[in-house]
């Protein structure tokens, strides 16, 4: 056998090692390949059902929230009113008042000048 003869036998040989390590590398990615494909089938059959309860719990949330919104507007309107009505009973019964108080301190000052003058 000539040189060129075991150069032949040589790079033969090292194509037959090639292809089975391309095989091999092959039925590797397969068998990953088909592990993903079950992992991810996995994943959609659990997460199918859970954007369903998320899209029921978002439904039931915008519902609470319009629930909330309508309170917070009855309040507003509310307080609004009880502001209105404390206003308008603050110039009803200040001036009154006032008026009143004055009168009784103005009496009782009388009263005391009326007492010094004929107790005197």
């Not at 309508?70 to 009803?92: C, H, K, M, N, Q």
């Amino acid at each position: 056998m000539s040189a060129g003869d075991w150069a032949a036998v040589a790079a033969a040989g090292a194509a037959v090692l090639a292809v089975v390590g391309v095989l091999v590398a092959m039925a590797s990615l397969t068998r990953t390949l088909a592990a993903l494909r079950v992992t991810v089938d996995d994943l959609r059959r659990q997460t199918v059902p859970l954007l369903g309860d998320v899209q029921t719990t978002v439904r039931q949330a915008n519902a609470e929230l319009e629930r909330v919104d309508a309170l917070l507007g009855t309040a507003e309107s509310i307080s609004t009113t009880v502001d209105s009505a404390s206003r308008l009973a603050y110039l009803a019964f200040s001036n009154p008042v006032i008026k009143a108080l004055a009168l009784g301190a103005g009496t009782s000052r009388a009263v005391r000048r009326f007492r010094r003058t004929n107790g005197d």
